[in-house]
C-alpha cells in the first residue's frame, strides 16, 4: 500500500539536510512501529522518497514523503503515533493513502509556494517603494536571466516559471516552477530582482518558508501532493 505523509520543518531542524533527513525518518518509522516495506536483495532498505529536497536553512509547511507499507491504522492513528516519535520541530499533518497506480510525490512535483519574510536589518526604508519595484519587475515580459546549468550558461525567460509573486503584509509570497524540468528558487526571482534595480543582493536578506508543494491534476490544474491521496479510515 502506498502512503504519502505531509509534514513541516520548523526552527532548528531547518538546519538538517536532505540525506540526515532521510535518515531520521527512518529511525522514526522503526519508533513509531510503522509496518513499512523495505526493498530485497542484500542490503535491505525502507522505500521511501521525498518529494523535492528543501534547501538547507528553508523552513516548511508543506513536504512529502512518500512510503510503502504492509499494513497500517487510521490516518488519525499514524499521524499520532508517528508525532509522538517525532521532535517538536517536525510536525506530521496528513497520512493518506494514494492509489497503486498513483505517481511518486517526487514525479508528481511542478510547483511549489514560498514565503520571504525580511530578517531583523534587512527591511527596506521605503517598504512601500520596494513593494511597488517588486510588482513593476514582476510585470515585465521578458525576464531574461543567464542561469547557470550542468552544460554551461543558459539565457532562458524567467517570467513563465514564476506564477504568482505578490506582497502579503510586510511578507513576499511566489509561487514558482519546481520539479526535475524547470526548479526555480525563490532566491532565483528575488536576486534577478535586486539585480534588474542595480541593488546588491544581500544573501541573508530573508527567511525563505515553503507553505505547499503543487503536482498537476487530470485536468492540468494545481493541486496539493496530500489531495492526491484519502484518509483512511
Not at 23 to 36: N, T
Not at 150 to 173: A, N, V
Request: hydrophobic content about 35%.
Amino acid at each position: 500500500m502506498k502512503i504519502r505523509i505531509k509534514f513541516t520543518k520548523q526552527g532548528t531542524m531547518k538546519f538538517i539536510g536532505h540525506l540526515d533527513m532521510m535518515r531520521y525518518f527512518q529511525k522514526v518509522m522503526r519508533r513509531a512501529q510503522v509496518d513499512i516495506r523495505y526493498s530485497e536483495g542484500f542490503s535491505p532498505h525502507q522505500i521511501m522518497s521525498f518529494a523535492a529536497p528543501l534547501g538547507v536553512g528553508i523552513t516548511s509547511n508543506g513536504e512529502y514523503l512518500d512510503i510503502e507499507v504492509l499494513s497500517t491504522d487510521s490516518s488519525k492513528i499514524m499521524v499520532d503515533r508517528l508525532n509522538q516519535a517525532m521532535v517538536e520541530e517536525i510536525r506530521v499533518l496528513s497520512y493518506r493513502r494514494l492509489e497503486d497506480s498513483g505517481k511518486s510525490a517526487m514525479s508528481l512535483v511542478c510547483a511549489a509556494d514560498y514565503t520571504l519574510e525580511f530578517r531583523e536589518g534587512y527591511i527596506p526604508g521605503d517598504l512601500d517603494g520596494f513593494f511597488r519595484s517588486l510588482q513593476d519587475f514582476y510585470g515585465q515580459d521578458p525576464i531574461m536571466i543567464v542561469k547557470q546549468t550542468k552544460r554551461g550558461h543558459k539565457e532562458m525567460d524567467l517570467k513563465p516559471l514564476i506564477y504568482q509573486l505578490e506582497r502579503r503584509g510586510d511578507k513576499i509570497f511566489t509561487r514558482v516552477s519546481t520539479g526535475s524540468t524547470d526548479n526555480i528558487k525563490p532566491e532565483l526571482v528575488m536576486e534577478t530582482f535586486y539585480q534588474s534595480m542595480g541593488w546588491e543582493y544581500p544573501k541573508f536578506a530573508f527567511q525563505i518558508q515553503r507553505e505547499e508543494v503543487y503536482g498537476r491534476d487530470s485536468a492540468g490544474l494545481l493541486v496539493p501532493l496530500e489531495k492526491f491521496g484519502e484518509d483512511i479510515e
